[in-house]
């Protein structure tokens, strides 16, 4: 299977997932439910469940213990974009090609959408089944999520960007803004994949390296293509970073420096990957994809 098919899979499989969490749902209140799935059901790549399902796939895991975590991850992301997207934070309009959830539905409704689904994770962290040899690391499944969707990860990181603008920062205060933003949740979605795939320590560091290498090039080419696409190609208002007065890689460096950083970025990934000690062919292609794609 090459990496687009694998692609495909992983999100068809993700997918219905999701679809199954949200329809078990009671309908005690209807538009709330609506609303989440909504954020959650209205596309984007799932990167984050296609590094758990690719990397778990490479250590022989069972799909259904991938699950877990892949299904609690992206319930993570599709609130912080729901949130991220409110009039108090980035005040966007559109959400891969569509209207956000505030616009959609209404601003309570976007915040208790975003809430739920933020609980919604650990519930399947914390409710779902696991097979019996994996049960002593649920603990640090939701140790690892926690952490990385929090003060210590994601919301700390868009504080950080928050207080940035308008702002001039160092490259090393924009790196470290977005290892916590974007770069956070990357990384717990391979951690968790290394530990119920019962990695050794010296084969956890390893993806810990590839994860923040990857984590920043996703960053990296975002910041591209906000100056480079068009608002039809990304889903999203094109230069609505630069709107906004956020610091951006291609605003700090120069638009041919960001793109060398995020070549530089994808060595360091592969680099990484090639020194596990089974096939990374489908990480590699799809790391490949990070740094190349057009939205």
């Not at 980035?90 to 209207?99: E, I, T, V």
């Not at 292609?285 to 057009?294: C, L």
Request: aromatic share 6%.
């Amino acid at each position: 299977m090459n990496w687009q098919h694998a692609q495909q899979h992983y999100a068809d499989r993700i997918n219905q997932l999701l679809a199954s969490h949200i329809a078990k749902l009671d309908n005690h209140a209807p538009h709330l439910k609506a609303a989440m799935e909504y954020g959650l059901l209205m596309g984007g790549k799932r990167v984050r469940p296609f590094l758990v399902y690719a990397l778990g796939d490479a250590c022989d895991v069972r799909q259904a213990d991938l699950d877990v975590c892949a299904a609690a991850v992206e319930c993570i992301h599709a609130y912080s974009l729901i949130h991220d997207d409110l009039p108090a934070m980035d005040d966007d309009d559109l959400r891969r090609g569509h209207p956000t959830c505030h616009k959609q539905f209404d601003e309570a409704t976007a915040i208790l959408a975003g809430d739920a689904l933020q609980t919604l994770a650990f519930e399947i962290l914390c409710h779902e089944p696991l097979s019996e040899h994996l049960e002593t690391v649920r603990i640090e499944l939701i140790r690892i999520l926690s952490r990385a969707s929090g003060y210590a990860g994601m919301c700390g990181g868009q504080a950080m960007d928050l207080a940035s603008t308008d702002k001039q920062i160092s490259f090393e205060q924009l790196k470290a803004l977005h290892n916590k933003k974007t770069g956070a949740l990357i990384k717990a979605a391979l951690h968790m994949a290394a530990i119920v795939g019962q990695q050794t320590a010296q084969q956890i560091g390893i993806i810990l390296q590839y994860a923040d290498a990857i984590g920043l090039a996703f960053q990296v080419q975002d910041d591209i293509l906000d100056v480079t696409a068009d608002t039809q190609t990304l889903g999203k208002p094109q230069g609505s970073d630069e709107q906004a007065n956020k610091s951006t890689y291609p605003s700090l460096l120069g638009l041919a420096k960001a793109q060398q950083q995020a070549q530089q970025l994808y060595q360091q990934a592969l680099h990484a990957l090639q020194t596990l000690p089974y096939n990374t062919d489908i990480l590699q292609a799809f790391t490949a994809y990070i740094v190349q794609r057009d939205h």
